[in-house]
């Protein structure tokens, strides 16, 4: 406890130095800026800045270009609440019940409930960092393929909460999904899956294009302004803050946010998105009106936007402790570290205590800096509401367009969001919910490929499943789930037929 | 502005895009330049093109931009700079990788989506041998007792890559052939997922370059048993080539500049000059060398003769590798 | 009997299904021990057509086809027409001109409002977000013929 003590006040003698706090603040802003937009992730917002750091010392690189990553995950809440535009792959999930709050004109509350998650889930998961980084990073290493694909499969199991239409809808569309996500090149064989000789879709169908089809496109679609007129809701100033009933909803879900998207942060491959829509199944299992959800549930905001920034900043963990990189923006991190002459590894903090330790404590103070940046941003980004709906669609259509070009400045991934955008306005006719279909296809490349990668190291044996430890303990974890709604079913099965019946017609 | 006058504003407009790019033939760059960067960001690519780019900008007074169009293993941003303008406004950069693309669509019977004939390279900046390392879980300490071992137990042990037919997988191969030995694959998405793999123990072997794995290398997490370069790498000397111990392979991860087919000599000329003048530079030398490998730059007739026979070791190594059943 | 909405969509998925595995014949299914490229898809298939069956036979439950409401039909076939002409120029014109355009299109073909006013509101709204992204991003735009 002593060592760590002094290794914060250490690090905070660097962080509060005025040059880093002002440059940890730029990273926030940009940061806030780049999760907002869509298209722009923080993925794109840190190679664009990388080389304005060139001429900085390391300390004040890294602190910058890491505060434009998890500033991200504040921003991407905004688009998702007020537009229903995922403006980052992680807000997928936040599209559905904060949109559903502006509807009924709690945008202010969700956008607050949103900017608080974030920020107590991202220091929750700074604290974590400072104390136990290095065993998690040993233990993140254990995810092996085996590991994974039994995760993978929990996260399927989950699946089933995921939505208000019935299970066999749910499950629909995640076989959908499932399939959507097969396409492009095998990594194991190298055969080309349903590309039709488009070289653009043997990476397979992006997330960003068809989220933004299905939800944002879909939607527009689907209401013509002349129903929306006299509907749109100026909110009030009054308004703009969550009430005391709508905190003490969102307190557990953001509890329970940070620390799974904590865990699925740290394992090195796992996706943000994975950890805000198992928090969102896990809050819908354990609500006590799962009906709301999909209405607004405000839950439905807490969870998944705490469990995505607990996720990007357990993704420092193995970064920072083994010098591997769990995803994209973090190998780019990696990166600018390298080029600044700091390589990042196991023997990191020992050599490079100052830069180390400051990077941690910068971080607690900019998840402050950002929810006093993002908290009256709340009151400026609520009157884009008062626009009249007539004005403001084409002012989505474009975003959506510009957003879903600006991931890989492909033309083919525009053709795909305009097609899932017919699609979503289908799927909306008939009672269908896209969200299972997005997790499917978020889900499919990794879950084949930790299976056929487990497959490989155990030749063929599938007992490799319960041979390691933690992928027993998930699955057994699965089977109890699976028991666990058996049994409620059959208890249930009278009424059974008519909450399904009910279900339907309530969707409709 | 009634909609008439719109019309006719347009058609105007509609004119002026036709007419202008004849006014624009000016000295060459007379607007930014763009970069195609075939891979993520952060990538082998992304982590030079960003420094050169900042030290030519000064070099050539126009901004230069990096384009990412990542995807198919650098497939689609190769195959987006082959069909792009020849004008010297769309470059490419790219890795050793690039001259295996045409070969693999070869063995699946594919149509062949561009050959390195569309391509004119322009400069090589950096080439770096690759290395063979087990991780600190494995017994061996030289490549011989590595190679005794793997004869004892074939598919006994697991190698990671980036990737099928990847710049990892290909040196691999080119290694397992030369030794006669048997190993299983495990392809991942990426040079990250490859290394997170092996420190996990999941794989046991893998062929890196030494600037992805050198920090590993330092803590001890993974040894070095064998560099693929023609002599000693100076980021590791203690560790024998490949030569040396009398295998007959060599790869390196190299990165070079290329223009589409059909660029005039005159724009090559001055990028061939601008690229010179960028390599030589301090500011880029240094963070080359922050990445663990120095300048290795190759002006074009140079990297011709280096590409070609790089090439064929490539094609070798996928012909090797083949087309997988499954 | 009558033709109910989850008859419908069953029925499309299922027809989905069956053109899935047309064109995957070339794609080997492998075994258990060692899955082939072919078997997540043809498997997912599978599953999505049983689970479009048991839609088919639970149908009775849902409203009659004719009972649903299109009368938004009009609206998202014209918005669909508008943004896939302004993708397919998009590479063409560039940015600034197929946005302005677009918004302005959009504003009035479909709102029916003032040319005037939507055609100031496409220019700004494009010259902003060009602004935004291009220049304060440094994020590269489409450019088009023009260099703009």
Redesign the interface.
């Known amino acids: 406890m002593e060592t760590v003590f002094d290794s914060l006040v250490l690090g905070f003698s660097v962080a509060l130095r005025p040059d880093i706090l002002w440059f940890a603040f730029l990273g926030c802003l940009v940061g806030t800026?780049?999760g907002m937009?869509p298209g722009?992730g923080p993925?794109?917002?840190?190679?664009?800045l990388?080389?304005l750091t060139?001429g900085l010392d390391a300390t004040k690189a890294i602190v910058m270009l890491a505060g434009i990553y998890y500033g991200s995950q504040y921003g991407g809440s905004t688009t998702s609440i007020l537009l229903r535009i995922p403006g980052e792959a992680a807000s997928v999930m936040t599209c559905i019940d904060g949109n559903a709050m502006a509807k009924k004109g709690r945008a202010g509350a969700a956008l607050c409930i949103a900017a608080v998650g974030s920020f107590i889930a991202g220091t929750f998961g700074v604290l974590m960092l400072t104390l136990i980084a290095p065993p998690l990073a040993i233990f993140a290493?254990?995810?092996?393929?085996p590991e994974y694909t039994a995760l993978l499969t929990l996260g399927l199991i989950f699946l089933a909460y995921m939505s208000t239409t019935s299970l066999?809808?749910t499950?629909?569309m995640a076989?959908?999904g499932?399939?959507l996500g097969?396409i492009?090149?095998?990594?194991?064989?190298?055969?080309?899956?349903?590309s039709f000789?488009i070289?653009?879709l043997?990476?397979g169908i992006g997330i960003v294009p068809v989220a933004v089809g299905l939800f944002g496109?879909g939607e527009?679609?689907?209401?013509?302004?002349h129903?929306v007129v006299g509907d749109v809701k100026s909110p009030r100033l009054r308004e703009l803050l969550p009430t005391r009933e709508e905190w003490r909803q969102s307190a557990m879900p953001i509890a329970r946010g940070s620390v799974l998207g904590f865990l699925i942060g740290i394992i090195?491959?796992s996706a943000h998105i994975i950890a805000s829509f198992l928090s969102y199944a896990v809050e819908r299992r354990v609500s006590k009106h799962p009906e709301e959800f999909g209405k607004g549930a405000v839950a439905g905001v807490a969870g998944p936007e705490s469990a995505n920034n607990s996720a990007s900043t357990g993704a420092f963990v193995?970064m920072l402790a083994?010098?591997?990189?769990t995803g994209?923006?973090t190998?780019?991190?990696?990166?600018a570290l390298?080029?600044?002459?700091i390589?990042?590894?196991?023997?990191?903090v020992n050599d490079h205590p100052d830069v180390f330790w400051g990077f941690v404590a910068s971080m607690y103070v900019g998840n402050l800096m950002l929810l006093a940046l993002n908290l009256p941003l709340v009151g400026v980004f609520v009157n884009l509401l008062r626009v009249p709906y007539?004005?403001l669609?084409?002012?989505i259509?474009?975003?959506c367009?510009?957003g879903v070009?600006?991931v890989?400045?492909?033309?083919v991934d525009?053709?795909i969001m305009?097609i899932m955008?017919?699609i979503g306005?289908g799927l909306k006719?008939?009672?269908?919910d896209p969200a299972p279909l997005v997790l499917g296809l978020v889900i499919?490349?990794i879950l084949?490929?930790s299976?056929?990668?487990s497959?490989?190291?155990s030749?063929?044996?599938?007992l490799i499943f319960l041979q390691r430890p933690i992928a027993l303990t998930l699955l057994v974890i699965c089977v109890g789930l699976l028991v666990l709604s058996a049994t409620s079913f059959v208890l249930h099965r009278r009424d059974w037929r008519a909450k399904?019946?009910a279900a339907?017609t309530s969707e409709? | 502005m009634d909609r008439r006058s719109f019309v006719i504003g347009s058609a105007a407009s509609a004119a002026a895009l036709i007419t202008r790019p004849s006014i624009a033939q000016d000295v060459y760059p007379s607007r930014p330049v763009t970069f195609v960067n075939p891979f993520?960001?952060?990538?082998a690519v992304?982590?030079v093109a960003?420094?050169l780019?900042?030290v030519l900008e000064p070099i050539i007074k126009q901004p230069v931009v990096?384009?990412?169009?990542?995807?198919?293993?650098g497939?689609?941003g190769a195959?987006f700079a082959a069909s792009a303008k020849p004008d010297g406004y769309t470059l490419l950069m790219h890795i050793v990788s690039i001259s295996g693309f045409a070969e693999?669509d070869k063995?699946?019977g594919?149509?062949v989506?561009f050959t390195r004939d569309d391509f004119i390279p322009i400069a090589r900046f950096i080439a770096d041998p690759m290395v063979l390392v087990v991780n600190d879980q494995q017994p061996h300490k030289t490549l011989k007792e590595f190679v005794d071992d793997a004869k004892k137990r074939p598919n006994g042990m697991?190698f990671s890559s980036s990737?099928?037919?990847g710049a990892l997988h290909l040196p691999t191969a080119l290694f397992m052939k030369a030794a006669g030995i048997q190993m299983?694959?495990?392809?991942?998405?990426?040079g990250?997922?490859a290394?997170?793999?092996i420190?996990?123990n999941?794989s046991q072997v893998l062929v890196s370059s030494i600037?992805a794995s050198?920090?590993?290398m330092?803590?001890g997490?993974l040894r070095a048993l064998a560099c693929f370069g023609a002599q000693r790498a100076p980021a590791v000397p203690n560790v024998p080539t490949m030569k040396e111990l009398g295998y007959n392979v060599e790869f390196y991860l190299w990165v070079g500049m290329f223009a589409p087919k059909g660029t005039p000599v005159p724009i090559i000329t001055t990028l061939r000059d601008a690229s010179r003048k960028a390599a030589a530079d301090d500011?880029f030398k240094?963070?080359m060398?922050?990445?663990?490998q120095d300048v290795a730059y190759l002006d074009q007739a140079e990297f011709k003769a280096f590409w070609d026979a790089d090439a064929k070791r490539v094609e070798d190594a996928v012909r090797l590798i083949g087309?997988?059943?499954? | 009997m009558i033709i109910r909405?989850?008859h419908?969509?069953g029925g499309a998925?299922l027809a989905l299904g069956v053109l899935?595995f047309a064109?995957?014949g070339d794609?080997?299914f492998g075994?258990?021990?060692?899955?082939?490229?072919?078997m997540?898809?043809k498997l997912?298939?599978g599953?999505?057509m049983a689970?479009?069956l048991?839609?088919i036979a639970?149908g009775a439950?849902?409203?009659p086809f004719k009972s649903?409401d299109?009368?938004?039909r009009?609206?998202?076939a014209l918005?669909?027409l508008i943004?896939?002409t302004?993708?397919a120029l998009?590479?063409t014109l560039g940015f600034l001109i197929t946005?302005s355009l677009?918004?302005f299109t959009?504003?009035v073909v479909?709102?029916r409002?003032h040319v005037l006013r939507a055609a100031a509101?496409?220019v700004a709204?494009?010259v902003f977000?060009y602004w935004?992204?291009g220049i304060a991003?440094?994020?590269?735009?489409?450019h088009g013929l023009l260099w703009f």
């Open positions: 800026l780049v937009l722009i993925l794109a917002g840190i190679s664009i990388l080389p060139f290493l254990r995810f092996g393929p066999v809808r499950l629909l076989a959908l499932l399939l097969t492009g090149i095998d990594v194991m064989t190298g055969h080309f899956r349903f000789n070289p653009e043997g990476d496109l527009l679609l689907a209401t013509p302004s129903q090195p491959g193995p083994l010098g591997i990189p994209p923006v190998a780019v991190l990696i990166a390298l080029i600044h002459g390589p990042p590894g196991p023997t990191l007539a004005y669609y084409p002012l259509i474009m975003f367009l510009i070009y600006e890989n400045h492909s033309i525009v053709w305009l955008g017919v306005y006719k008939f009672g269908f499919a490349p084949e490929m299976l056929r990668q497959l490989i190291m030749d063929g044996h599938w399904l019946a339907e409709s | 993520p960001p952060g990538g992304d982590v960003r420094p780019a900042a990096i384009e990412t169009k990542a995807g198919a293993a497939q689609v195959q693999v063995l699946f594919r149509p989506k697991i990737g099928l037919y299983k694959h495990l392809p991942t998405a990426g990250g997922p290394l997170t793999a420190l996990g999941n600037a050198s920090a590993q330092k803590a997490k500011k240094q963070a060398k922050n990445l663990g087309k997988l059943e499954g | 909405t989850d419908v969509a998925f899935v064109i995957s794609l080997p075994t258990l021990s060692a899955p082939g490229a072919g997540m898809p997912m298939t599953l999505m689970f479009a048991l839609i639970a439950e849902s409203k649903l299109w009368s938004d009009g609206h998202a918005l669909v943004t896939g302004a993708v998009y590479q946005m677009l918004v959009l504003l479909v709102e409002r509101y496409g709204l494009t977000a935004l992204f991003l440094k994020a590269p735009l489409e």
